[in-house]
Nanobody, 122 residues
Framework: QVQLVESGGGLVQAGGSLRLSCAAS????????TAWFRQAPGKEREFVAG??????DYADSVKGRFTVFRDNAKNAVDLQMSSLKTEDTAVYYC?????????????????WGRGTQVTVSS
């Protein structure tokens, strides 16, 4: 059974950095499209970044600050977050889907992790 497990969340001051990691069992990331979503209290879950093969896509709100990359040796997909803002505070989820197209709709991802909390303080 596919399991995605996020790690690396925590509390950080505005302007700081965090690196999230998504590890998987029974799953090879290089064969799937993987994305990071986030959900803040009272808000819809929103697309943050995605990676498929050599392609990457980012939400406008994180472009230039976040980088998504795949670590094949660890079989993980990481999200490096820099210049964090208080509005980045949310639970961050890793998700995966078959196929090569990066999509920003959460409904189209069939595999999900449980999430990791990121809190950015002012």
């Amino acid at each position: 059974q596919v399991q995605l497990v996020e790690s690396g969340g925590g509390l950080v001051q505005a302007g700081g950095s965090l690196r999230l990691s998504c590890a998987a069992s029974e799953f090879t990331f290089s064969s799937y499209t993987t994305a990071w979503f986030r959900q803040a209290p009272g808000k819809e879950r929103e697309f943050v970044a995605g990676i498929s093969g050599g392609s990457r896509d980012y939400a406008d709100s994180v472009k230039g600050r976040f980088t998504v990359f795949r670590d094949n040796a660890k079989n993980a997909v990481d999200l490096q977050m820099s210049s964090l803002k208080t509005e980045d505070t949310a639970v961050y989820y890793c998700a995966a889907r078959g196929g090569r197209r990066i999509v920003n709709s959460a409904d189209l991802y069939g595999y999900w992790g449980r999430g990791t909390q990121v809190t950015v303080s002012s």
